[in-house]
């Protein structure tokens, strides 16, 4: 009976300590974001790409980036943030606009959505290929501030996250993402835990 009452009081706080631990060893990840370069006659995908987004009056923003942040157990905000990268914007007629540096500074939120990644030689390395989005708050070179939401959609991710990036500037919001086109390179971005 002695065992019995000691086995279930193994069981019992084995249960307690996996519903309180946020992972298997409690502490909090590190994830990876990147816009990717893909070389598709390698079948490589590498940190460098670039991904575009248009504004409601068809002006367009290029970008280039990657970064890493500290996986909140709640999935909000987060200070714990490094990165950035390059832009440029673009009239309608695709006159240069501006151009400079982003920093990222701040996490608004996080949501890993998992998925199979594509088959291609990942040479980022440094964790497990994951979908999810990710809302990051940037500053511009120019002054400005923005949101830059990196957003990757793998086989078997929810069709509710697409594939590419989208960013506030000033008061501009380049919302309509340029979706990737198979066997051409941008508008690609993966994340690693």
Sequence with gaps: MAVGKLLMSVAVGALLLLSVAPGASG????VRWDIV???FAANTQSAGGMAFAHANNGSLI???GSGTF????SGGPSSAVT???NWDTFDVLGTPTGSGTYQVIGLVRWQAAGGTPPSTIDLIGGGVRIGGLAVLRIAYSDGDEGILVVSCHLG???NTI???VTASK???DYWNRVAPVPGVDGNRTIFHR
């Design 27 to 30: 502490q909090a990840e590190r």
């Design 37 to 39: 370069h893909t070389d």
């Design 62 to 64: 290029e970008l280039t």
């Design 70 to 73: 500290v996986e909140p157990a």
């Design 83 to 85: 990165g950035g990268g």
């Design 156 to 158: 078997g991710t929810p």
């Design 162 to 164: 697409f594939e590419g």
């Design 170 to 172: 000033g008061l501009a």
